[in-house]
């Protein structure tokens, strides 16, 4: 009996679940798992590798899909975070500014409320 008729449905892929690992373990060792995936998805099998920060800073297909944006931050300089994860079809580009630091706006905010001059114009 070869293998597609040892492992036609479910019930004998399950009762078989140790061995089946094992012929996976054996075949997947030693490749790249980036290949790995790039090949199984090819022949049409739906797969992902797990990738680490840098390998998803330089992968292609999130690369396309502007997964990534550049921001400028005081003290730490340009660098790349993640985007909105979804796209609206008619809506605007999501705004890409960044985040205020902490207390960056203060004086702005308290100012407006009081009506008073900035502390820095007082001086």
Same mark, same amino acid.
């Given at each position: 009996?070869? #293998?597609?008729? %040892?492992?036609?449905?479910?019930?004998?892929?399950?009762e078989? /679940?140790?061995? /089946?690992?094992?012929? /996976?373990?054996? #075949?997947?060792?030693?490749? !790249?798992? /980036?290949?790995?995936? !790039?090949?199984?998805?090819?022949c049409? &099998?739906?797969?992902?590798?797990?990738? $680490?920060? +840098?390998?998803?800073?330089?992968? +292609?297909?999130?690369?396309?899909?502007?997964?990534?944006?550049?921001?400028?931050?005081?003290?730490?300089? &340009?660098?790349?975070?993640? $985007?909105?994860?979804?796209?609206? =079809? $008619?809506? +605007?580009?999501? +705004?890409?500014? %960044?985040?205020?630091?902490?207390?960056?706006?203060?004086?702005? &905010?308290?100012?407006?409320? &009081?009506?008073?001059?900035?502390?820095?114009? =007082?001086?």
């Amino acid at each position: 009996m070869d #293998w597609q008729e %040892r492992f036609a449905d479910l019930p004998a892929r399950c009762e078989s /679940i140790d061995e /089946i690992d094992a012929a /996976i373990d054996s #075949w997947t060792a030693g490749q !790249n798992h /980036i290949d790995l995936m !790039n090949a199984l998805q090819h022949c049409g &099998v739906s797969a992902g590798a797990v990738m $680490n920060g +840098p390998q998803l800073l330089a992968d +292609p297909h999130l690369s396309a899909r502007d997964a990534f944006l550049e921001q400028d931050r005081p003290g730490l300089g &340009v660098k790349r975070y993640p $985007n909105q994860p979804f796209r609206l =079809r $008619n809506a +605007p580009a999501s +705004p890409v500014a %960044r985040a205020p630091l902490l207390g960056e706006h203060t004086e702005e &905010v308290l100012t407006a409320l &009081v009506g008073t001059a900035p502390l820095a114009a =007082r001086r």
